[in-house]
């Protein structure tokens, strides 16, 4: 995935639809948008970044996972899974993840009512919202989560799995690929967040990362995330803790 920052407006539709697609609970974000200010008064600048699960190539949440409930599916791209019936809440992917990416069931949502008391889930599910998604599949983390376990994005698995086999891009302006993109790039008004093929060199998500010098974020750490970012608020700065006085 690439996610241009320079287009991108915080606007947040992109956390609506991937809640809306993936029937995240109430205090879940599987793709936020973080908002920090940048510079110092008087100049300093209100950013903001969106975050879905990078899809490490390389990832600490698989590595830490005792029970292997977490791991990497390269026969479906390299996304990385929760498998909720191995899953035990140990919460040691939470912490292990640097970008944050990851929810545990009892997440506390920001506004009340608790809509998961609203519409109490059944057999073992946390809620039942009025509008379910029907694909399931326990195995990749995709439904109603149910107790106990920890959620993360999929990158609309049961989505992109559907597509034409060899297509080097998900477009959304294609017709015949519309509905297998991503609902977070389906959605994105000024089409700021693009779905491809990395291993393809000749795909568009490849020659943007390549001519718009795209990086990754927290590089540093080892992950080498999937996911890339391009513009001039790409650079973005780690966060360091303000020097003792
Ligand atoms: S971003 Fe976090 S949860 Fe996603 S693959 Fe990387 S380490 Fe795992
Ligand atoms: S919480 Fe679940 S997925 Fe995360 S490390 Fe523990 S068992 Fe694995």
């Known amino acids: 995935m690439v996610i ?16 809306m697609e993936n029937n995240t609970l109430p205090g879940e974000s599987w793709q936020d948008v973080l908002y920090y200010h940048a510079g110092e008064y008087p100049s300093a600048q209100l950013k903001w970044l969106p975050r879905p699960c ?3 190539e390389s990832p600490s949440c698989v590595h830490v996972c005792p029970t292997r409930a977490t791991y990497k599916d390269m ?3 390299g996304i990385v899974f929760v498998d909720w019936s191995k899953c035990i809440g140990c919460k040691y ?21 608790d809509l998961k008391q609203v519409f109490p889930g059944q057999d073992g599910q946390q809620w039942s919202p009025p509008y379910q998604n029907p694909n399931v599949d326990w195995r990749r983390g995709i439904g109603i989560q149910p107790k106990g376990v920890v959620s993360k994005c999929t990158f609309c698995h049961h989505k992109v799995s559907q597509a034409p086999e060899g297509v080097a891009d998900l477009d959304e302006d294609d017709p015949q690929l519309t509905e297998y993109v991503p609902a977070c790039v389906r959605t994105c008004p000024p089409k700021a967040r693009f779905f491809g093929d990395l291993d ?8 943007l990362i390549g001519n718009k010098k795209g990086v990754r974020m927290l590089d540093h750490t080892g992950n080498r995330p999937q996911v ?18």
């Open 4 to 19: 241009d920052l320079d287009k991108c407006t915080g606007c947040q539709a992109c956390t609506t639809a991937c809640a």
């Open 93 to 113: 992917c939470m912490i292990a993840c640097p970008y944050g990416v990851r929810f545990y069931t009892d997440e506390r949502p920001l506004l009340e009512p």
């Open 228 to 245: 890339y970012y391009l513009g001039s608020g790409a650079g973005i700065p780690a966060f360091r803790p303000a020097p003792k006085s």
């Open 200 to 207: 393809n060199p000749e795909s568009h998500v490849n020659k």
């Open 75 to 77: 026969d479906a791209g």
């Open 54 to 56: 990078m899809h490490c």
